[in-house]
T-cell receptor, first 112, second 115 residues
Framework: KNQVEQSPQSLIILEGKNCTLQ??????????LRWYKQDTGRGPVSLTI?????NTKSNGRYTATLDADTKQSSLHITASQLSDSASYIC???????????FGPGTRLSVLP | GAGVSQTPSNKVTEKGKYVELRCDPISGHTALYWYRQSLGQGPEFLIYFQGTGAADDSGLPNDRFFAVRPEGSVSTLKIQRTERGDSAVYLCASSLAGLHTDTQYFGPGTRLTVL
């Protein structure tokens, strides 16, 4: 079954600290993996997109990694800011079709 | 427009009624996607349009759901005989060409509540 799991379900950190969010998937055949940030009441915003051959990609303070062998990805946030408080969603797309499988998200809260 | 827009932002209806949700994609984007997001969950794929045609509708839950994009821009998601389980936020996204690595730009969503 094509699934995407994320951990932790929720996370609370202090402003300025770093954190890492995890994503495991069983989607096959694999095309690419995306991380999105979704603020409450808003649509998701793309952070990174990685294909099979890419194992790391950065977007400012966000760095995503991909291990296609173990089917794991992580999103590392450096020097967190209050505005980083949001849900972070991992999405895997299959090679054929436009069927995207979304994870349930990790709810991050950054406190002052 | 500057981004993807969706109307209405909120829709409350009664069980059994018919609803239409509208999506205006970014101008020039040929690919358009509909998703459904339940509270505390990630979005669930419903349907994908490439131009005017539905290229992949495998995510539509049943035949009460239907979507059109007659001129290749605006799309309407139609739900017949609504049920309480249809209550969710319906998200629309568009991308330039629908390539696997294209960035999808999401609208703010329509929150549908079926009483």
């Amino acid at each position: 079954k094509n699934q995407v799991e994320q951990s932790p379900q929720s996370l609370i950190i202090l402003e300025g600290k770093n954190c890492t969010l995890q994503c495991n998937y069983t989607v096959s055949p694999f095309s690419n993996l995306r991380w999105y940030k979704q603020d409450t009441g808003r649509g998701p915003v793309s952070l990174t997109i990685m294909t099979f051959s890419e194992n790391t990609k950065s977007n400012g303070r966000y760095t995503a990694t991909l291990d296609a062998d173990t089917k794991q990805s992580s999103l590392h946030i450096t020097a967190s800011q209050l505005s980083d408080s949001a849900s972070y969603i991992c999405v895997v797309s299959r090679t054929y079709g436009q069927n995207f499988v979304f994870g349930p998200g990790t709810r991050l809260s950054v406190l002052p | 427009g500057a981004g993807v827009s969706q109307t209405p932002s909120n829709k409350v209806t009664e069980k059994g009624k018919y609803v239409e949700l509208r999506c205006d994609p970014i101008s020039g984007h040929t690919a358009l996607y509909w998703y459904r997001q339940s509270l505390g969950q990630g979005p669930e794929f419903l349907i994908y349009f490439q131009g005017t045609g539905a290229a992949d509708d495998s995510g539509l839950p049943n035949d009460r759901f239907f979507a059109v994009r007659p001129e290749g821009s605006v799309s309407t998601l139609k739900i017949q005989r609504t049920e309480r389980g249809d209550s969710a936020v319906y998200l629309c996204a568009s991308s330039l060409a629908g390539l696997h690595t294209d960035t999808q730009y999401f609208g703010p969503g329509t929150r549908l509540t079926v009483l």
